[in-house]
């Protein structure tokens, strides 16, 4: 399942990112290996690292959820990277995301827009 889903909006058709928290309440490792939403043409699994004080971010290719646990897609470490949206989007929109995972299982959700100061839902 998904929890706390949220979209960075940024200004000027700039990428935006997506975040949340995913859950996995089975018994086995789930790999998430993908996303995609009507919303942007290009949804990118991306994590952000700080080397030799310089900020970089690199796209990759599978997030494993261990069993029972979660993992956090967070600013500053693993995030969906949103790009070339297809309508205009803005603060107080909604965007539905569908999560891919090996195997073939996806899972939607809704990924409420927020404006770019914010730090995520309340």
Do not use: C
């Given at each position: 399942?998904v929890?706390h889903a949220?979209?960075?909006?940024?200004p000027?058709?700039?990428?935006?990112?997506g975040?949340a928290?995913?859950?996995?309440?089975?018994?086995?490792?789930v790999?998430?290996?993908?996303?995609?939403?009507?919303d942007y043409?290009i949804v990118?699994l991306h994590?952000?690292m700080?080397?030799?004080?310089?900020?970089?971010?690199?796209?990759?290719?599978h997030l494993?959820?261990?069993?029972?646990?979660s993992v956090?897609?967070t600013p500053?470490?693993y995030?969906?990277?949103?790009?070339?949206?297809?309508?205009?989007?803005?603060?107080?929109?909604?965007v539905?995301m569908t999560?891919?995972?090996?195997g073939?299982?996806?899972?939607?959700?809704?990924f409420p827009?927020l404006p770019?100061?914010s730090?995520g839902?309340?």
């Amino acid at each position: 399942r998904v929890e706390h889903a949220w979209i960075r909006w940024l200004p000027a058709q700039l990428p935006s990112a997506g975040y949340a928290v995913i859950v996995n309440d089975s018994d086995a490792t789930v790999r998430l290996t993908g996303a995609r939403s009507v919303d942007y043409g290009i949804v990118m699994l991306h994590r952000s690292m700080l080397a030799n004080s310089d900020s970089r971010m690199e796209m990759v290719d599978h997030l494993d959820i261990p069993a029972h646990g979660s993992v956090k897609l967070t600013p500053g470490d693993y995030h969906l990277m949103l790009s070339q949206a297809t309508r205009a989007i803005k603060p107080g929109d909604t965007v539905k995301m569908t999560l891919e995972f090996a195997g073939g299982a996806t899972l939607q959700a809704d990924f409420p827009v927020l404006p770019a100061n914010s730090t995520g839902p309340k």
